[in-house]
Every structure is written in C-alpha cells, then in structure tokens.
C-alpha cells in the first residue's frame, strides 16, 4: 500500500486537569466523579450525545444494579437512576419497583444534566484520532471535528472509548477475544412500537427453530431475541448477533451495521408470524451505534480473572463489587455454540448478597504514567469481559478512574503510585459501595 507522510501544526485548544475520551455510562460517570473535586474536566464524545450505547445503541435495559441488599454502583449511578426512575428505585438497596427499562431521549437528557450540574465542559463530534506522547507520558491527545484537527493537553487522561482507542493510540497492548481471536457476536439495537404486551407471552425455544425451518432467517441464529418492555405498545429489541465483527475496523463495522439493518426486517417477521401480540409492531429505528459486546481488554497492571468471580474475591486496593453473571454471546451461529454459550450463562452467576472486588489495578495501564481506562475494555480476562462489559459495571469503573484521575493531577502523580485509602476515602465520600475499604 502507497504511504505518505501527514504533518500539521494544530492549536493546543484546551489544557484540563483531565480528559475524559468517550461518553459511554464509563465516559461519563468518569467525567462526573473527576469533577466533584473541583478539577477541571473535559470529555470529548465522537457521537452526537451522550450514553454510547445505551442511548445511541439502543441498548433497551440496565442489568445487575444490587445484590439484593446494595446498589453496587452507587454514587454516580445514584443520582442517574433516582431522575431516570423517579423514586421507582431504592438508591441503598437498590431494588426496583419494575424492570431497569431505558428511555434512551430521557437518558441522553440526563447524562446531560448530570455533567452541566457537575461542571464538565463536553463536547459532541469530537473524535480521538492519535496522541503525542512525552515517554511514558500521554503529552496531547489529538482530535478531529467539524473545526478541524486539534490537541488536548491533560494531567491525566482517562479512556472511557470501549475499545480501548486512547490505550491503544499511547502504546499500550491489548488482547482481543479468546485463544483463537474469536470475539463476541455483537447486535444492531432497535425501537419498535405497536406491541401489544398484554397479549405477550415468554416464547421457548421451538418458535424461533421453527423460523429456522422455515427459512426465515439468512443466518439462522439459535439465540432467543430479547424484547424489552419499554412503555405501553413500545418495545426495546436486542435481537439477532452479528458474527465475525472486529469492532477497531470500519469495513468489518459498516458491514455489521448492514447486516443488522437486514436482520431486523427478518425478526419483524419472526415476531409478526410465530408469536402472539407482535401483529401490529413497526420499526421505529435501529441504533445509530453498532452494540459492540466485545473488542480490545487493555493490559492493565492488575487483571480481574474468572476465579475472582468464583472466590467472591476481596481486594486491599478495591475500588467497587459487582456481580452480573459472566454473560460470553456466542462467536458464530452454530447450535453447538449456541448451546454451550447459553449453559454456561446459565452456571455462571451469582447468588443474593454474593459479590465479587474489583481492583484498582485493572483500571491502570502498563506502560503509562498518566492514564486510566474504564468500561468494557478494563484489564480483566474474557471470561469478567462478560460480566464487568454492563452499564452498571462502567459506572462502577468510570466513577473510579475519573476519581483517581483527578486525585493524581491534583498531587502531580502517577495512577501506579495512587494512595488506595485515599482513593477509597473519596469515593466513598461518593456514595460508592465499599464495604471492605481500609479507612
Ligand atoms: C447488544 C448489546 C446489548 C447489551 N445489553 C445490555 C443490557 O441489557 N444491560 C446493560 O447494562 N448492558 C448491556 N450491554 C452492555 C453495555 O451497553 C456496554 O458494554 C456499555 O455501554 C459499555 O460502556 P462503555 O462506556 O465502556 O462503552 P460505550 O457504551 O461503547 O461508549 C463508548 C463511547 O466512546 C465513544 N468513542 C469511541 N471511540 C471514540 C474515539 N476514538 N473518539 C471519541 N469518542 C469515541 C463512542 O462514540 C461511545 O459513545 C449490551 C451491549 C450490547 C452490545
């Protein structure tokens, strides 16, 4: 392939104490919780608003946000769920009155208050395209816009992309998927109306094998669509996979996305001729994010394994316990995988008041003196992939990378070197759900 060499000067157009790249649930509980501090915050978003992809993917529901007894991503989850369900959830325990379904314009909303209330200066149409590095020193993170190219200097830079963009861009190495490369199917997210949930029942498994049958399908997926309650005659669809995806590649993303836009006209039939109260449903939109389960896991200085998960681990250095179940999608259509996916979802899970820690250190690349990484792409193996990758899981992660952002750029340190009891100190002071803090 021909090269060329690209050279510009570009205006340093802000200086922060941090900067927040992409405002996922990770992005900006990260902002959120960097700026109760004072400091001065910055999150940059690609997209048109703020949520990533549960608001601009669709993404219909939260999942685990309790473990019976506590809300595990207290704090800046706190707030967001008593304006987004006002009152309908308990923001101690965390028990809801009814299902965590989303209302993604409300949620979009919301995020923005939360931040604007917060004081986080953000910005939409802000893509990270490359850094400047000074050593083990992220110096200038630089961003394309409608403006045009420019650089943002930070203290710290938190990396709040999904896919690890910013990690990636300074250096630092991933893994992706398992010993083969294979990742998690992902989904094309959608809205529909004109459901008629009273006549709704739970389908099994024969419906969709006989659509199957029936050739319904251009790639059958043994995989039962989720259908989400999201108001009376509105319904929330994470329906169908998208095999094969390599979510750091345009071509492999737009084919996704074309995929998806074909498979959804396949599913409204399913549900219109195989089962009850869907004759009436219509497409009201698909996600104008693709839903990526799956892309780069950053090596961090710690990993958060599967046998923490089993042993309900406890952390000195915790900073948050979670425990949704370890949720692998399936990596290709076959039933074979269908049904080992599926077993193992269903053995995997935890039970009332069981928890696992998360540590510090997984949320600290190597390699680096001033950044952090939270969401879905933190330093865990495949396996806490699936379960730390859920909205509440980034709230957890992000709340505590933006405090630990803003704690080394007030005391000019390095994430590595970060006083934990501080740290805890701060985040409970938060809200967070510590209960093995060391203060
Ligand atoms: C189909 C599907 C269904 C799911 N269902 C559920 C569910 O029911 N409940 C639940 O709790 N979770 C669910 N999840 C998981 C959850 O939605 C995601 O894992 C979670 O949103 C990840 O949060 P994040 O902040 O790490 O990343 P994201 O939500 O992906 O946000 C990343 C943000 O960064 C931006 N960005 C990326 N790269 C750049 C860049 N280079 N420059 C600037 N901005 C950038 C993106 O535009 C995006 O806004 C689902 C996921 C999928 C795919």
Redesign the pocket.
């Known amino acids: 392939m021909e090269k060329i060499t690209f050279q510009r000067q570009i205006p340093i157009r802000h200086d922060v104490d941090v900067l927040v790249?992409?405002?996922?649930?990770?992005?900006c509980a990260a902002a959120w919780a960097a700026a109760q501090s004072g400091r001065k915050v910055l999150l940059?978003?690609?997209?048109s608003c703020l949520?990533?992809?549960?608001t601009?993917?669709m993404?219909?529901?939260?999942?685990s946000i309790s473990d019976g007894y506590h809300l595990l991503c207290a704090g800046f989850a706190s707030r967001l769920l008593a304006k987004l369900y006002s009152g309908a959830v308990n923001t101690i325990t965390g028990e809801a009155k009814a299902g965590l379904s989303i209302r993604a314009e409300d949620l979009k909303r919301i995020y923005d208050e939360l931040l604007e209330e917060a004081g986080v200066e953000f910005y939409f149409h802000?893509?990270?395209i490359d850094v400047t590095m000074d050593g083990r020193r992220i110096d200038t993170a630089v961003f394309t816009a409608k403006s045009g190219l420019f650089a943002v200097r930070a203290k710290q830079f938190v990396d709040?992309?999904?896919?690890g963009?910013l990690s990636v861009m300074a250096g630092v190495p991933f893994d992706m998927g398992d010993e083969d490369g294979n990742v998690m199917a992902?989904?094309l997210?959608s809205l529909w109306a004109g459901i008629d949930w009273n006549r709704v029942q739970k389908p099994d498994d024969r419906e969709i094998e006989h659509a199957i049958d029936d050739g319904v399908f251009k790639i059958p997926d043994h995989a039962l669509p989720g259908m989400w309650k999201i108001s009376d005659l509105v319904g929330g669809g994470?329906i169908g996979h998208v095999f094969g995806l390599d979510a750091t590649d345009e071509h492999s993303l737009t084919k996704g996305l074309i995929r998806g836009r074909q498979y959804v006209r396949e599913y409204e039939k399913y549900f219109k001729e195989y089962l009850t109260g869907y004759e009436n449903m219509e497409l009201i939109a698909t996600g104008s994010?693709l839903?990526?389960?799956e892309s780069r896991r950053i090596r961090c200085i710690e990993t958060l394994r599967y046998q923490d998960f089993q042993n309900l681990s406890v952390f000195d250095n915790e900073i948050g316990r979670y425990n949704y179940s370890v949720d692998v999608h399936p990596s290709n259509p076959s039933l074979e995988e269908h049904l080992k996916t599926h077993g193992n979802f269903e053995a995997r899970h935890l039970s009332k008041g069981q928890s696992y820690g998360i540590p510090y250190g997984s949320l600290v690349p190597v390699n680096t003196d001033n950044l952090l990484v939270?969401?879905?792409?933190i330093g865990t193996d495949k396996l806490m992939e699936g379960s730390m990758?859920?909205?509440?899981g980034?709230y957890i992660s992000?709340q505590a990378a933006g405090v630990a952002a803003a704690l080394c750029a007030a005391e000019s340190i390095k994430p590595a070197e970060l006083n934990i009891t501080s740290l805890q100190k701060s985040l409970l002071s938060l809200g967070a759900y510590l209960p093995n803090a060391h203060i």
């Open positions: 790249v992409g405002g996922g649930p990770a992005g940059l978003e690609g997209h949520g990533g992809l549960g601009a993917g993404v219909p529901a939260f999942m802000s893509q990270l709040c992309t999904g896919d963009d992902g989904s997210c994470n994010l839903g990526i389960r939270a969401g879905r792409c990758r859920v909205m509440p980034c992000g």
